[in-house]
């Protein structure tokens, strides 16, 4: 049974940097699609970030194309969200989440997500 444990989330300053961790127990990661996706208080969750495992495609949302990068471990035990220029508007709980892959692509929407990690807490604030 694949597990996912996140890791790194704090209190960080706007403009600084964070790094997530989602690391995998049970089972690698190379036949699985990793996303990540957050939840403020009062929104809808949202996808940021995913990578395709088995193809190496990524894909980011609008809102963090250019400051958010996804990463993977060599082992494909571990999946990295880096952070840069972070905003208040990032300050939510971050969650990771791991379907099977079929396709070349990995997607943002949450349907079809198995196995979820218990999540990270970011707040970005002064």
């Known amino acids: 049974q694949l597990q996912l444990v996140e890791s790194g989330g704090g209190l960080v300053q706007p403009g600084g940097s964070l790094r997530l961790s989602c690391a995998a127990s049970g089972s690698t990661l190379n036949y699985y699609a990793i996303t990540w996706f957050r939840q403020a208080p009062g929104k809808e969750r949202e996808g940021v970030a995913c990578?395709?495992?088995?193809?190496?495609?990524?894909n980011y949302a609008d809102s963090v194309k250019g400051r958010f990068t996804i990463s993977r471990d060599n082992g494909k035990t571990t999946v990295y969200l880096q952070m840069n220029s972070l905003k208040p508007e990032d300050t939510a709980a971050y969650y990771c989440?791991?379907?099977?892959?079929?396709?070349?692509?990995?997607?943002?929407?949450?349907?079809?997500?198995?196995?979820w990690g218990q999540g990270t807490q970011i707040t970005v604030s002064s």
């Open positions: 990578i395709n495992n088995r193809w190496g495609s990524t």
């Open positions: 989440a791991a379907t099977p892959v079929f396709v070349s692509q990995c997607f943002l929407s949450d349907l079809g997500y198995d196995y």
